[in-house]
Each structure stands twice: as C-alpha cells, then as structure tokens.
C-alpha cells in the first residue's frame, strides 16, 4: 500500500478496528518492510493499533560491493560506528517524518506514534526519534546503535527527551556488536533519557523472549 506519491511506499497492518495507536517498524540492510509483519502479529496488545512498515529505497551500498539493495544509509566500513553517512541517515529521517504526519493527519495523536526498527532501521528509528519535535509513545531500538551520536545534544528535541526507549541487543550479535549496543543505551542514559535495555542469548536477530518483552513494554506504554 502506498498512501500518496510523496511517502515511501510501505505496507499497512490494522490489528482491531479504528486503531488510535500506530507502530512505524523499519527493517534492516537489505530486507524489506515484509520482514517484521510476522513479528506484529505475534504481538497482542490491549487497544487497536495500525503497523507501518516502509520499504527503504534501493541504493548501491558500499560495504557490500556497491551492490544495489534495499537501505536506510550507505555503510562504508565494517567499523559501523565510523564513516556514518550523515547525509543518508538525515535523508531516511526526512521520509520517516513524513509517515508520522501522514499518522497525525489522520487523526492519530503525537504520543501515541511508536517508532520501532531493528539494525540499520533501528538507527534511523532512534536518529527520528529523538529529534521529532514532540514527544512520541516511545521507541524500540533493536539490535543496533545510536548514530550520529556527537550531534545529538545539539539537534535533540527538548520535548523528546521523555520518549520512552526499549533497548534490545543480542550477546553474540556478529553484525552490530553488542559493545556498541550497550555503549548507545549508555550514553542515552547520559542524557538523560529513560531507556529499558534488554539482552539475550541470540545473534543479530530476533528471539519469542524478546517479543514478549516487547509486547509487555508496550501495554505498559499504552495503558500507563
């Protein structure tokens, strides 16, 4: 499904009728926004809630070859904390914001917006978030890291400071190393954000332990 011309296309999941809430969920390198709508729907929550999962746009990635896929950003080096591609993740952000007006528009209020990504996703995700100029439900930064990190005390949103975050990382992750994971959680900690970190006995993917985790954390978020 694609909405209008001007927002990335992306696929729609309602789970109950005349949902107030909205999930935006963004895949990682190379994937599509196929890849986590099995996931949704092991998710049960307590109110009608509309996932979004976008399609990131085909680009030639650096890391891989030059080979043309499906991605957020350009990575250059196995180093993903080092040559970030500035200029791609602002450009990923722009199109997120997009989805979230669409979501406002339709009558979906600023705090009940989660973003969620996991890997490349999970960055933009965090990178959106955290400088989206009101405060959102929360988000869910899975199995990936805090870009741009140096820049964040100048470009946060004062207001986002009080999204919630749900930090998750796998102990043996060879793609996003868990040290970097737990260095972001850290310094969001440092500036003064609330985050719930969370680890598990898994590579760079998802396990049901974590889903759960997940849907708990989010009936806690939705229902206060």
């Not at 729609?12 to 809430?21: E, F, N």
């Not at 809630?49 to 043309?68: D, E, M, S």
């Not at 080092?82 to 979906?108: L, P």
């Not at 439900?137 to 990936?144: F, K, N, Q, R």
């Amino acid at each position: 499904m694609q909405s209008a011309s001007n927002i990335l296309p992306h696929i729609t999941l309602d789970r109950g009728t005349a949902p107030q809430h909205s999930i935006i969920w963004l895949h990682g390198l190379g994937a599509d926004g196929e890849d986590f709508v099995s996931i949704a729907q092991e998710i049960n929550l307590p109110v009608a809630l509309r996932y979004i999962f976008p399609h990131a746009p085909k680009q030639a990635v650096t890391i891989n070859g030059g080979f043309v896929m499906r991605a957020w950003y350009d990575i250059a080096a196995a180093d993903i904390g080092a040559q970030q591609d500035a200029a791609g993740i602002r450009a990923s952000q722009a199109e997120i914001e997009k989805i979230i007006a669409q979501e406002k528009a339709r009558g979906i209020a600023p705090e009940n917006i989660f973003l969620a990504g996991f890997s490349q996703g999970g960055a933009v995700a965090l990178h959106t978030g955290l400088r989206h100029p009101a405060r959102l439900g929360g988000i869910l930064a899975l199995s990936t890291y805090l870009p741009l990190a140096d820049t964040l005390a100048q470009e946060v949103s004062l207001s986002a400071k009080n999204t919630p975050i749900f930090f998750a990382h796998g102990h043996t992750d060879p793609v996003v190393p868990y040290a970097l994971g737990k260095l972001s959680a850290d310094q969001l900690r440092q500036h003064g954000y609330r985050v719930d970190w969370h680890e598990y006995a898994m590579p760079h993917a998802m396990c049901m332990e974590e889903v759960r985790d997940i849907e708990r954390w989010l009936t806690r978020m939705i229902t206060g």
